[in-house]
C-alpha cells in the first residue's frame, strides 16, 4: 500500500501504517487551514500538543505583541512526532471533542 496524495504539498512519510485515521495512507480527508507549531506533548498515545506563536496588531499603539496558542492534533503511527519537533498541521473533520487537526510533516530546522 502506497501513501496517497492529499494535496498539499508536503513529502510522504518514509515509514507506512494501517491506520485509519491517517491522511496518507487512511481514509482521513484534509481540508482548510494550515499551520506550523512546536510539539510540547506526545504523552497522549496519538494525540499530540502545538504550541503556536504569532503576532498580533495592537491598533491603539500601532504595535506587535506575541501571542501564543495550543492546539491538540492527531498524531499518525507513520509520523510519530516526539515533543521538540517542529510540525506541519492540517485541519480536519473532527476526531474528537478537541482535535480537529493531524499532523502531516515534521519540519527539519
Do not use: W
Amino acid at each position: 500500500m502506497s501513501a496517497r496524495n492529499i494535496g498539499i504539498g508536503v513529502a510522504q512519510p518514509k515509514s507506512e501504517c494501517n491506520d485509519e485515521k491517517c491522511p496518507f495512507h487512511g481514509t482521513l480527508p484534509v481540508r482548510g487551514t494550515t499551520l506550523r507549531g512546536k510539539v510540547v506533548s506526545a504523552k497522549g498515545g496519538k494525540t499530540a500538543t502545538i504550541k503556536r506563536e504569532y503576532l498580533y496588531f495592537l491598533p491603539k499603539y500601532e504595535r506587535y505583541e506575541r501571542r501564543h496558542s495550543k492546539i491538540s492534533v492527531y498524531n499518525p503511527e507513520c509520523i510519530a512526532a516526539k515533543e521538540g519537533d517542529d510540525v506541519v498541521i492540517v485541519e480536519c473533520r473532527p476526531l474528537s471533542k478537541t482535535k480537529h487537526f493531524v499532523i502531516v510533516e515534521k519540519v527539519n530546522g
